[in-house]
């Protein structure tokens, strides 16, 4: 069976499993950031407790583009 150059599988990367390592140990630091912050909100209204939880449960993603990037393309910025 002869495989096309275009169904050929392409070699594992180490930037993936390197990247997942970051992710954790991102993701472990954010929610102790998080936790922290939440201690200081205990005392204000509902609403800004509210706001601040929905900023804080949506913000952990954005810096993570950049990761994914690289991890499935080796750079990380797109051109």
Known sequence: ?????????????????????????????????????????????RIVETLAYLVAGLAWVLPLKPLFLWMNTGRWRTK
Not at 1 to 14: N, T
């Open 1 to 45: 069976m002869d495989l096309a150059p275009h169904r050929i599988p392409p070699e594992p990367s180490w930037r993936k499993p390197v990247g997942m390592l970051g992710l954790i140990v991102y993701l472990i630091v954010y929610a102790l950031v998080v936790s922290v912050l939440a201690d200081n909100l205990a005392g204000a209204p």
